[in-house]
């Protein structure tokens, strides 16, 4: 990988930054699941409030993680850019990875396989 720049820092930064919410985690989840969802579609999937859901999406289509089509009064919402797909799937697997030896180490019966 070449070095980065602190202009290309800054960016990578930023788009974690956006990703270190819970929420917007869960809205790429059920935008990845659904294909494409309305505001009203995410809010009730997630259990959160139609304005949360809508200020939360603003944020991450300002910074081109999703896009947005609008029909009539409604706009529906899907992911832009594919490496975020791959980039949860990556963590997730960590995460997994670590909770198994987490799990490994307080319950010794458990195996690392039966973990997962």
């Not at 706009?75 to 949860?88: E, G, H, T």
């Amino acid at each position: 990988m070449d070095v980065l720049t602190p202009e290309l820092a800054e960016l990578i930064a930023r788009r974690f930054s956006v990703l270190s919410d819970p929420l917007r985690v869960r809205l790429l989840d059920a935008m990845h699941a659904a294909g494409e969802a309305s505001v009203g579609e995410l809010a009730a999937a997630l259990g959160a409030g139609h304005a949360n859901v809508s200020k939360h999406l603003q944020l991450m289509l300002g910074e081109r993680m999703v896009a947005r089509r609008r029909e009539g009064p409604r706009a529906y919402y899907r992911i832009a850019d594919p490496s975020l797909i791959a980039l949860c799937e990556a963590v997730c697997a960590g995460v997994r990875q670590s909770l198994a030896e987490l799990s490994a180490i307080v319950d010794p019966t458990t195996t690392l396989q039966e973990a997962r």
